[in-house]
């Protein structure tokens, strides 16, 4: 998995910020002194030639010429006719003569002059400077403006890197809590100062996957325990009926004891099949994916698949599913619940008796009814049965007490409920009720 320093990847945006940020002042105080020089030495060259120019007819043969002095910044040149050559104050080729007053910018053997030209009388006076005198000095300016800036750049970058560190350190805070907890340790993460806006939904997630996780741990070791606990019963007969098988002294009491055996080896068997039901149906159950279910065209199946069993224990079974009735569920879990509470119904009811299924639904809600004739549970075990492993003090044998768990757990996972009443004429009915959905009609 590829790593990252958000330190270092902040501080990066951050200095790109302020280079580029930088950049951009420099170019526009370049912009703006350029444009201040510009104006400001513009005005010097027409005052200057106004200055020459009001002094009337100027005597040339009388000028002296200036020598090629560097720290002259401005270029005076006068054409008269009288003369063949121009007057020059510095030692350089003469200039272009501009026909007309006022400002130009022209290129001279390789180098770009700005003129300020008026006309004096027959005489024309021109005064110029190189622009790259200017260029030379806004630059001298603009540096003189941006070197405060250049300066604090490294101390801009150390504050930088403080205040990325500051906004970091809760999220240090969360890393040491969780590096120093125990392995085992499932409770909530505290840091000692307060945590910022921005870094509680990562703790509160956190803290709620922790409990989630501390939910699941305490089922699991709940769920090993109980299964442990029942576990133990069925195995110990067996061991005692295959003790017994060694030391029969005929063939009917080892015919006696292997049928005993059969019979524990199908109550483990059924133990079993019913405790990887629930280990099926824990927490993790819930992130499975849910699909429309018609559940009248799911209880006709599986009555079908259990009238061997009704037919074997002369029990009728009838199920009233005309309309279809959807719920949006996991298929096999509810497969299971509905075969569970038509076994149980089966079982627990006697010889000759009748077991009913109805599947209703209404626009809001779907329910599955079971009913049947048999002896019924007490009222005051209607709640008690659906404990895990529990079974009522009239049970059948052969039973593991978690039909009725799984039974209401499936029933939560779905967002349904499920009880148990007193049945009419007599016996036991349950009811499952779902959140009832609405599946478009097909095209």
């Excluded at 801009?156 to 970091?168: A, F, H, K, R, Y």
């Excluded at 699991?220 to 067996?238: G, I, K, N, S, Y």
């Excluded at 849910?290 to 009704?310: F, G, M, R, Y």
């Excluded at 009239?394 to 009725?404: I, R, V």
Aim: charged share 20%; aromatic share 4%; proline share 6%.
């Amino acid at each position: 998995m590829r790593t990252y320093s958000i330190r270092r990847r902040l501080l990066v945006a951050l200095l790109g910020v302020l280079l580029g940020a930088g950049l951009i002042a420099a170019l526009a105080t370049y912009a703006s002194a350029r444009g201040e020089v510009d104006t400001f030495l513009d005005e010097e060259l027409r005052q200057i030639a106004l200055s020459l120019r009001d002094h009337a007819q100027l005597d040339l043969a009388r000028l002296q010429r200036a020598s090629d002095d560097p720290d002259l910044r401005a270029l005076v040149q006068i054409w008269d006719p009288a003369f063949e050559r121009p007057y020059s104050s510095r030692a350089v080729a003469p200039l272009p003569r501009l026909r007309a007053e006022g400002f130009a910018t022209i290129e001279h053997e390789g180098r770009s002059w700005r003129i300020y030209a008026t006309p004096s009388g027959k005489q024309t006076v021109q005064v110029a400077q190189p622009t790259a005198l200017r260029a030379e000095l806004a630059a001298r300016s603009a540096g003189r403006l941006l070197l405060p800036v250049v300066v604090l750049l490294p101390f801009l970058g150390l504050l930088g890197w403080w205040i990325v560190g500051s906004g970091l350190a809760p999220l240090t805070a969360v890393a040491q809590a969780l590096t120093q907890r125990d392995p085992a340790s499932l409770r909530p993460v505290t840091t000692p100062q307060p945590l910022p806006i921005e870094v509680q939904p990562l703790v509160e997630s956190l803290n709620a996957l922790l409990q989630r996780l501390e939910a699941a741990f305490d089922t699991q070791r709940r769920f090993a325990a109980d299964a442990a606990h029942e576990l133990r019963t069925p195995l110990t007969a067996l061991t005692l009926q295959i003790q017994l098988a060694a030391r029969a002294q005929s063939e009917q009491e080892r015919a006696i004891a292997l049928e005993r055996m059969e019979q524990g080896v199908k109550r483990a068997t059924r133990l079993v099949q019913q405790l990887l039901t629930m280990a099926r149906l824990e927490p993790e159950a819930a992130s499975k994916p849910t699909e429309p279910i018609d559940l009248s065209a799911l209880a006709l199946l599986v009555a079908e698949e259990l009238q061997p069993l009704a037919a074997q224990r002369k029990v009728s079974l009838e199920v009233n599913a005309a309309a279809p009735a959807w719920v949006l569920g996991q298929e096999d879990a509810m497969r299971i619940l509905l075969r569970n509470l038509i076994d149980n119904a089966i079982r627990y009811t006697g010889p000759e008796g009748r077991v009913d299924v109805h599947v209703r639904a209404s626009e809001s809600e779907v329910n599955v009814i079971v009913e049947d004739n048999g002896p019924g549970i007490a009222v005051e075990e209607h709640e008690r049965v659906f404990d895990r492993f529990y079974r009522g003090r009239d049970a059948a044998p052969g039973g593991s007490g978690l039909g009725l768990a799984i039974v209401r757990q499936i029933a939560e996972l779905h967002g349904g409920t499920v009880a148990l009443s007193a049945g009419v004429p007599g016996g036991l009915r349950a009811l499952a009720s779902f959140p009832a959905v609405v599946v478009p009609a097909a095209s």
